[in-house]
């Protein structure tokens, strides 16, 4: 059988870059998907090359470079086994803060990128029997004060769940990642007590390796030192 392949949006640093190493080291092949494309050309060579990993720009608010990123997948790999759903970005708390077209920005990667990216990803998922990771937040599990992107995290929640209960039946999973705070270029001042993405893609790695009839619906993980 041929190994598994593993696409992950928001490759290009972070959580989704732990991840691909995580994942390449348990023989997955890798889609590597951001708008970075240096970055994710540098991941793919260090992950294997041509035969093990593909970087694919794709701007996730884009139905087109969606379309494109799974096609691409299908046609070098014949295959997708998991979709991990993992870009997106922050902003500064309070609602007279940021610029509304910096709003526009986060709702539509937040929100309407992951939507797309289920809706893309979906067939290849169920022909594969696979996965559909989606990371959410502790943000969309409880309200921040002022935080925009804790609802659009909150959407991301509910997208989880309501996946899930749409996909009852096809075999594919469903999990949602809800990390706290994790050392990452998601915040501009290093945040203190963190966890480290490769905590985060350790447990994604968890999920994935569960046995056929264990769907791992939810992880919360937070620093150890976080009160919130
Ligand atoms: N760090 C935390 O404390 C924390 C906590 C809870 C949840 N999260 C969530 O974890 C996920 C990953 O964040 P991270 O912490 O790993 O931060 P990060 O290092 O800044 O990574 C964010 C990733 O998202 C990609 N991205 C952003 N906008 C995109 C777009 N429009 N299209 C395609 N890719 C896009 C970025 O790549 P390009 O810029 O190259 O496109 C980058 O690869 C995010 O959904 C974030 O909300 C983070």
Known sequence: MADPVFLISGASS???AATARQAAEAGYRLV?????????RELASELGGEERAVAVPCDVTDWDQQQ???????ERFGQLDVAF?????GATRGFLEESPEQ????????VYGVAL???ATLQALKDARGHLLLTGSVAGRRALPGSLYSATKWAVTAMGESARQELHGTGVRVTLIEPGVVDTAFFSNQPTDALGADDIARVVMFAVSQPEHVDVNEVLVRPTAQRG
């Open 32 to 40: 590597l998907a951001a708008r970075s494309t240096d970055r994710l």
């Open 85 to 89: 759903a993992n870009a997106g970005f």
């Open 117 to 119: 990216t289920i809706r």
């Open 14 to 16: 972070g959580i989704g």
């Open 103 to 110: 709003w526009r920005s986060m709702v539509l990667t937040n």
């Open 68 to 74: 494109v990123m799974v096609g691409t997948a299908l």
